[in-house]
């Protein structure tokens, strides 16, 4: 009996050690409370007033359309204490008002009507390498988006077989897909490094499911990055930890982004097999992605 134990507990090491990261999704324990009192406050926005303070973020105007939609500045505003980017269909083609300054020209795809959203970023503003990033928010919803709160810097195309240089790590994306595997009341945290070709590597905690309703009630996402791994959580409860290819060694910025399924600015009913657009009365629209505030910590 005692040598079937042993020999069953060396099967299961090694069939646990031969296992794939992306077949270990929910197995790291769960439950860990951040505590931020390890941490200091070093970079934040309220968004109190009535204007996205330009010191902080920019808006994302070089890519003009964005999968099923288009990004414009006017979808992005700062009301009731709050950064509310809003989704919407539009008849008539937005203005572009933006031009390469150092071109002098515009030089990018001119809008079209169809459906409108907003992003923001800190790229060339704020980045930071490790500590603790929070955003407390209400997650668009309307069938076709694609909201969240991530972090990148330019070396995340550069493929070396590792994350170290610069990984995408998206802290939430909440994916309001009709027919969707990931379906609606839950988000998803993940990486991704080395490109978006065929050298593209990522892993993912997999769904995390929210207890109240994230639509209409504020929750907070999080990530804690150190120099070996990423944990992420969910009001301030660790839901998973990666660190798949090495842990980003080099600063990142921040981003928070709506987008609509579909490709080349069409949108399209069936991205992954989800995400119909439609705008009917019962469907939400607009839609906004509302944001209380982004606060980012460092290790005392
Ligand atoms: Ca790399
Ligand atoms: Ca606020």
């Not at 991205?271 to 606060?295: M, Q």
């Amino acid at each position: 009996m005692k040598t079937i134990l042993k020999g069953f507990i060396v099967v299961l090491m090694l069939i646990s050690t031969a296992l794939p990261d992306a077949l270990s999704l929910g197995k790291v324990p769960k439950g860990k409370t951040i505590d931020l009192e390890s941490f200091e406050l070093v970079w934040s926005d309220e968004f109190e007033g009535d204007t996205l303070d330009k010191s902080k973020w920019t808006y994302i105007w070089w890519e003009t359309e964005r999968k099923g939609g288009y990004w414009h500045e006017d979808m992005v505003e700062v009301r009731d204490g709050n950064l509310v980017i809003t989704a919407d269909y539009f008849d008539q083609a937005k203005e572009n008002y933006h031009y390469d300054k150092w071109k002098d020209q515009i030089n990018f795809k001119e809008y079209k009507p169809g459906w409108y959203t907003g992003a923001i970023s800190s790229v060339n503003i704020y980045e930071q390498k490790y500590g603790y990033f929070e955003v407390r928010c209400k997650l668009p919803a309307a069938y076709g988006l694609w909201s969240a709160f991530w972090m990148m810097n330019d070396k995340v195309e550069d493929v070396d077989g590792s994350g170290q240089d610069g990984t995408e790590v998206d802290i939430f994306e909440s994916f309001y897909y009709k027919d969707h595997w990931w379906g609606n009341d839950c988000v998803v945290s993940g990486i991704h490094y080395d490109g978006y070709g065929k050298d593209h590597k990522g892993d993912s905690i997999g769904k995390t499911f929210i207890e109240n309703d994230p639509y209409t009630e504020y929750n907070t996402y999080g990530l804690e990055w150190n120099e070996n791994e990423y944990i992420f959580y969910l009001n301030g409860v660790e839901t998973g930890r990666l660190s798949t290819g090495g842990v980003s060694q080099n600063p990142e910025y921040l981003l928070l982004t709506v987008e609509f399924s579909g490709e080349n600015g069409v949108a399209s009913g069936d991205r992954a097999g989800a995400g119909k657009i439609s705008k009917t009365p019962d469907e939400n629209w607009p839609a906004e992605f509302v944001v209380d505030y982004v606060r980012c910590y460092q290790y005392k």
